[in-house]
């Protein structure tokens, strides 16, 4: 069977597999303490949006089953940090040596683990708290870093114009926006007409049709001398020494302009995903009171901004160079969390999502950026120092804004997103010592690889 190398169809069906899922976890948990804490059944109705009676004894309960759902995502995140972090650094620094499949097969068994799980506790009603454990074994296998870490470093492989790369990267960001918008939605009606157990076993379905193209279709992106095999001490510590290159070797500058953009990367993504952590607990709350339909919407609403986020990065790399790309997509995070903070009503929870139209543009930029000031052969290392940052970043935010969320829900819902808001200005400040220290065009990018003898040419051969 001949094989491809077209990634793009497994980052669609992870997206939609797992934004089947997604979307269904805080409110299955959701479900789950309401009736633990209440002792009554979740009110589900056919309105779109519906709050009960506003009593004190109700909104007193709200609070409390609030709290403890967030408190429960906190340690979900918790539970998943170490072992995600090691296995996404390993993994894919190792794909420098084995291939880049590696770094896709195994996340997708783990997502399978975790979706099956998910299914047995739901089917059986079994304790919550196994969804926990449930975690701690699917990030034994990596998590969603890992897989885009290995995605990108397959780009990355494929890629040979600077431009090209940024493009082909935002395509695959586009990607899962778009596949993940169209599960959103489709999982408010499915869960609304048929309860949870369905989703949860069509998203496995998914995940093994994904597993089987991996395996036998996708074809590696490097070439790989099968007779230099190397024993596991020897492996790891080209590992080690592969990733401890990436920082030492080099000009300064080169040192310093990676270190600012992975720092930068680093912090967005912190208040990014601490805020969008926190938005389906928002919208089940009062006064907006959300029901799953429209928790679907709004879900498919937030993944859109992948889709508008391409076509900005598409046409604004056309004038504007990186960095202003970034500090746009920058601007666009603040005030998207700004608004969100004083949205009350189901229209302006709707409309605050037009300035996150641009949210997701700084993501394919810097990593493309990372991509031009390291050679090929350190592409892995690179992206699996990216990996284990964002995954760092995505898990501390998670269990962080959950927290704080759970300290302040009863007084101010909205004080989450304000927080973020003022954050924003961490990677902004960044960006501009960034911009000082370097202009980063393909020109200038070239002089540092040629500084520091590490041109693409002199990198292993790759298919």
Same mark, same amino acid.
């Given at each position: ?36 804490? +209440?002792?009554? %059944? ?17 909104? &007193? ?33 190792? %794909? @420098? ?46 998590? $969603?870093? +890992? ?25 695959? @960001? ?42 036998? $279709?996708?074809?590696?992106? &490097?070439?790989?001398? &099968?007779?230099?095999?190397? @024993? ?24 310093? $302009? ?65 960095? !202003? ?8 995070? !603040? ?17 605050? &999502? ?55 829900? !009863? ?35 070239? !002089?540092?690889?040629? *500084?520091?003898?590490? *041109? ?8």
């Amino acid at each position: 069977m001949k094989r491809l190398y077209f990634i793009e169809p497994i980052v669609a069906i992870y997206a939609f597999a797992s934004f089947m899922v997604y979307p269904l976890v805080q409110q299955y948990v959701y479900r789950r303490l309401w009736l633990e804490i +209440t002792n009554s %059944s979740y009110p589900v109705s056919d309105n779109t949006s519906q709050c009960a009676a506003n009593s004190t004894s109700h909104s &007193r309960q709200q609070d409390e089953v609030q709290k403890a759902a967030s408190l429960f995502s906190m340690y979900s995140d918790l539970s998943s940090m170490i072992p995600s972090l090691i296995v996404t650094l390993l993994l894919v620094a190792y %794909s @420098d040596q084995r291939g880049r499949k590696i770094t896709i097969i195994m996340p997708l068994i783990g997502s399978l683990i975790y979706t099956l799980s998910f299914l047995a506790v739901s089917f059986f009603e079994l304790n919550l708290y196994l969804l926990i454990a449930a975690n701690f074994v699917s990030a034994l296998f990596g998590g $969603i870093g +890992t897989m885009l870490g290995g995605c990108f470093s397959y780009v990355a492989d494929l890629c040979e114009d600077s431009k090209q790369k940024t493009l082909r990267m935002a395509v695959v @960001d586009m990607m899962i926006g778009l596949l993940a918008g169209v599960a959103s939605i489709s999982t408010g009606y499915f869960l609304h007409a048929v309860g949870f157990n369905w989703p949860f076993f069509t998203s496995a379905i998914f995940l093994v049709v994904n597993l089987l193209y991996a395996i036998f $279709i996708l074809e590696e992106s &490097r070439v790989i001398d &099968r007779a230099e095999t190397v @024993d596991c001490c020897r492996a790891m510590k080209k590992l080690v020494c592969g990733i401890y290159n990436l920082f030492a070797v080099g000009s300064s500058q080169r040192k310093w $302009i990676l270190v600012l953009l992975i720092v930068t990367f680093s912090s967005l993504s912190f208040v990014n995903t601490g805020g969008l952590s926190m938005i389906t607990l928002y919208e089940l709350n009062e006064p907006l009171c959300w029901s799953e339909i429209l928790v679907g919407y709004g879900a498919a609403a937030s993944t859109s901004i992948f889709i508008t986020s391409f076509v900005g990065v598409y046409l604004f790399s056309l004038c504007l160079p990186n960095p !202003a790309i970034t500090f746009i997509g920058m601007l666009s995070v !603040a005030i998207n969390m700004f608004m969100t903070a004083f949205a009350k009503t189901t229209l302006i929870m709707f409309l605050v &999502r037009i300035p996150a139209m641009f949210a997701i543009m700084p993501f394919p930029v810097l990593r493309s950026m990372m991509s031009k000031v390291v050679s090929k052969s350190e592409q892995g290392a690179l992206f699996a120092c990216v990996a284990f940052m964002e995954n760092l970043s995505t898990n501390l935010s998670s269990a962080v804004f959950s927290r704080i969320y759970a300290a302040t829900v !009863a007084w101010c819902p909205g004080f989450i997103f304000l927080l973020g808001a003022g954050l924003c200005i961490i990677p902004i400040s960044l960006l501009g010592i960034l911009r000082c220290f370097h202009s980063l065009d393909s020109n200038d990018t070239q !002089a540092l690889l040629s *500084e520091d003898g590490t *041109e693409a040419s002199r990198d292993p051969p790759v298919a």
